[in-house]
Protein backbone atom coordinates (compact mmCIF):
# COMPACT_ATOMS: atom_id res chain seq x y z
CA UNK A 1 0.00 0.00 0.00
CA UNK A 2 1.20 3.36 -0.60
CA UNK A 3 0.66 6.49 0.82
CA UNK A 4 -0.70 9.49 -0.52
CA UNK A 5 2.17 12.03 -0.97
CA UNK A 6 2.09 15.15 1.14
CA UNK A 7 2.35 18.57 -0.34
CA UNK A 8 5.50 18.89 1.34
CA UNK A 9 6.06 15.19 -0.28
CA UNK A 10 5.27 16.68 -3.97
CA UNK A 11 7.88 19.85 -2.81
CA UNK A 12 10.56 17.50 -2.22
CA UNK A 13 10.14 15.26 -5.20
CA UNK A 14 10.60 18.68 -7.11
CA UNK A 15 12.83 20.61 -5.15
CA UNK A 16 15.08 18.07 -4.23
CA UNK A 17 15.54 15.06 -6.47
CA UNK A 18 14.01 16.75 -9.32
CA UNK A 19 16.99 16.91 -12.43
CA UNK A 20 14.72 18.71 -14.03
CA UNK A 21 13.97 21.07 -11.74
CA UNK A 22 17.55 21.50 -11.12
CA UNK A 23 18.07 21.85 -14.85
CA UNK A 24 15.82 24.64 -14.82
CA UNK A 25 16.89 26.42 -11.53
CA UNK A 26 20.06 26.91 -13.43
CA UNK A 27 18.97 28.20 -16.64
CA UNK A 28 16.94 30.66 -14.69
CA UNK A 29 19.70 32.25 -12.62
CA UNK A 30 22.02 32.36 -15.31
CA UNK A 31 19.71 34.70 -17.24
CA UNK A 32 19.84 37.07 -13.98
CA UNK A 33 21.50 40.22 -14.77
CA UNK A 34 25.02 40.89 -12.72
CA UNK A 35 24.03 42.82 -10.04
CA UNK A 36 20.58 41.73 -9.12
CA UNK A 37 20.03 40.09 -6.57
CA UNK A 38 17.93 36.90 -5.93
CA UNK A 39 15.58 38.81 -4.08
CA UNK A 40 14.59 41.31 -7.32
CA UNK A 41 15.25 38.23 -9.48
CA UNK A 42 11.95 36.28 -7.44
CA UNK A 43 10.13 39.39 -7.98
CA UNK A 44 10.82 39.89 -11.35
CA UNK A 45 11.15 36.32 -12.76
CA UNK A 46 11.12 36.93 -16.64
CA UNK A 47 14.52 39.98 -17.03
CA UNK A 48 16.35 38.59 -19.63
CA UNK A 49 14.02 36.24 -21.15
CA UNK A 50 12.73 36.76 -25.16
CA UNK A 51 10.34 33.97 -25.94
CA UNK A 52 6.60 33.38 -24.17
CA UNK A 53 7.68 30.12 -23.28
CA UNK A 54 10.71 31.30 -21.57
CA UNK A 55 9.10 33.63 -19.30
CA UNK A 56 6.18 30.56 -18.40
CA UNK A 57 8.46 28.46 -17.49
CA UNK A 58 10.49 31.19 -15.31
CA UNK A 59 6.90 32.56 -14.00
CA UNK A 60 6.40 28.46 -13.22
CA UNK A 61 9.43 27.78 -11.03
CA UNK A 62 8.71 30.58 -8.88
CA UNK A 63 6.06 29.96 -8.22
CA UNK A 64 6.96 26.30 -7.07
CA UNK A 65 9.92 27.62 -5.34
CA UNK A 66 7.43 29.76 -3.09
CA UNK A 67 4.78 26.68 -2.68
CA UNK A 68 7.67 25.15 -1.32
CA UNK A 69 8.63 27.71 0.98
CA UNK A 70 5.18 28.28 1.99
CA UNK A 71 4.90 24.61 3.13
CA UNK A 72 7.86 24.51 4.54
CA UNK A 73 6.41 27.56 6.67
CA UNK A 74 3.18 26.09 7.63
CA UNK A 75 4.69 22.34 8.33
CA UNK A 76 7.08 24.37 10.73
CA UNK A 77 4.46 26.25 12.11
CA UNK A 78 2.69 22.87 12.91
CA UNK A 79 5.58 21.80 14.37
CA UNK A 80 5.53 18.82 12.07
CA UNK A 81 9.49 18.37 11.31
CA UNK A 82 10.43 17.74 7.78
CA UNK A 83 11.32 14.09 7.03
Given amino acids: ?3 DPSVQGL ?5 GQNVLYQ ?4 WWRSHRP ?3 S ?10 GLESAA ?5 RALVDLI ?6 RLVERAAGRPRS
Avoid: C, I, R
Avoid at 11 to 15: E, I, Q
Fill in 38 to 47: TSEHMHNPTV
Fill in 66 to 71: YLAAQT
Fill in 1 to 3: MTA
Fill in 23 to 26: ATLE
Fill in 11 to 15: ADVFF
Fill in 54 to 58: EKALA
Fill in 34 to 36: AGM
